[in-house]
């Protein structure tokens, strides 16, 4: 294995160029296989994307982005990071300064949430451009939420887009005084956490749509653009990008990609999917290693197609460390889906979650055990997956 950055991918040849950790000059690597879930970014209106909820790892991002002093590519870089944050907040918590979130999806909702919990003499308000909280989710998780919004008094304002140099969108939002010298007591402390960006680099242009994703088709597998856009194609017609005459040989699993699994809408861009979409493109990596290594029966061994996961409809929101919503059921349609569990219990709930998931990565027997069989259902009742598994 190689430590280091992927500078650029050639689906032909199937070689990786590698900027290696500790080397000036770049290697080259060949491959059979490659499995690219390298993520996205969550600063939608910042030139390279960057923001809080990720690290910024890449060269390009990190020499030209907003902390070059902070290399986040190691724990400790990270854990400067927090902890700068966290000090500049503590001082803005004491002077009872201005905050605002710009975005009322979950993670503006749980930033706000925890905000107001843990510095609660913040003055924190929100805005977005959309008519209310949480996106496409159910109105019973929009109207949970609200609820403790307004409990916690924290102000809120929908349908008001975010135009940082508009002293009529400040005054809208409740700074009719803002300030933009982050000296003055005036000055307003603004999260952005809406939307999502591509941060595919490495990547050649014909791979990506024009916002960038890498495209795929239901077996994971990258696919011409081209193709992806043309909605009139069947999946089996669209153009695998690196094949070996027969089989594609690299996949793009999880927020890297434009989450099309033959729906109307792409999957979220949330952990199941991505781990989901794991499970189907290794599989079909084995099938293929038998195929065209260990002369397999292609009469008897199937590549198969993802479906939309039904785990790709559970959304579970954070409000302060207490309290909580769960959302199952949801899919393509806005507002499908129901809250079936809320308030302490839900939090329970989270924890639960959070915690076997890190113990998975531990390589811990508890986590093992649960979320293993999570990702390999043996039989699919319902959710459009393949009855007995892939």
């Excluded at 102000?155 to 700074?175: M, Q, R, V």
């Excluded at 109307?264 to 999917?273: F, R």
């Excluded at 290594?293 to 409000?319: C, E, K, N, V």
């Excluded at 990565?361 to 459009?384: A, D, E, Y």
Aim: aromatic fraction near 12%; glycine fraction near 10%.
């Amino acid at each position: 294995h190689g430590w280091g950055e992927v500078m650029e991918i050639d689906g032909q040849k199937r070689t990786a160029t590698i900027q290696p950790m500790f080397l000036k000059t770049p290697e080259v690597v060949d491959f059979d296989f490659c499995v690219i879930a390298t993520g996205c970014n969550f600063g939608m209106f910042h030139e390279f994307g960057q923001s809080l909820w990720f690290p910024t790892v890449q060269q390009k991002f990190r020499l030209g982005g907003d902390w070059p002093h902070l290399d986040e590519r190691f724990i400790e870089g990270r854990r400067r990071h927090i902890l700068e944050e966290y000090a500049m907040l503590k001082v803005r918590d004491a002077e009872k300064r201005d905050t605002l979130i710009v975005g009322m999806g979950f993670i503006g909702v749980e930033w706000a949430t925890e905000l107001a919990y843990y510095m609660p003499n913040l003055q924190i308000r929100m805005v977005d451009f959309a008519p209310g909280p949480l996106g496409p989710l159910p109105a019973g998780a929009k109207k949970y939420v609200v609820k403790y919004l307004d409990k916690k008094n924290i102000k809120y304002k929908y349908n008001l887009g975010y135009k940082e140099d508009d002293p009529a969108f400040w005054s809208e939002a409740g700074f009719p005084n803002r300030s933009s010298d982050p000296a003055s007591p005036d000055y307003v402390l603004t999260y952005v956490v809406t939307g999502t960006k591509a941060s595919s680099t490495f990547m050649p242009p014909e791979t990506l749509n024009p916002r960038g994703w890498i495209t795929i088709n239901r077996r994971c597998a990258v696919v011409l653009a081209a193709d992806s856009a043309d909605k009139l194609k069947k999946d089996h017609e669209r153009t695998e990008w690196s094949t070996d005459g027969l089989y594609p040989r690299i996949f793009a699993i999880g927020d890297c990609n434009n989450g099309d699994m033959g729906r109307p809408a792409p999957v979220p861009k949330i952990s199941y999917p991505g781990e989901e979409q794991a499970v189907i493109a290794t599989k079909n990596i084995c099938k293929i290693d038998k195929l065209a290594y260990q002369r397999g029966d292609a009469s008897r061994i199937h590549i198969r197609d993802g479906h939309w996961p039904w785990g790709a409809g559970m959304f579970a929101t954070s409000l302060g460390p207490h309290d909580a919503c769960f959302v199952s059921g949801a899919n393509w349609l806005p507002e499908s889906g129901k809250c079936i569990v809320w308030g302490r219990l839900c939090a329970w709930q989270k924890w639960i979650i959070e915690w076997s998931k890190v113990d998975e990565c531990k390589f811990g027997i508890i986590g093992r055990c649960i979320w293993h069989f999570v990702h390999h259902t043996p039989v699919h009742i319902f959710g459009g997956g393949p009855r007995w598994g892939y």
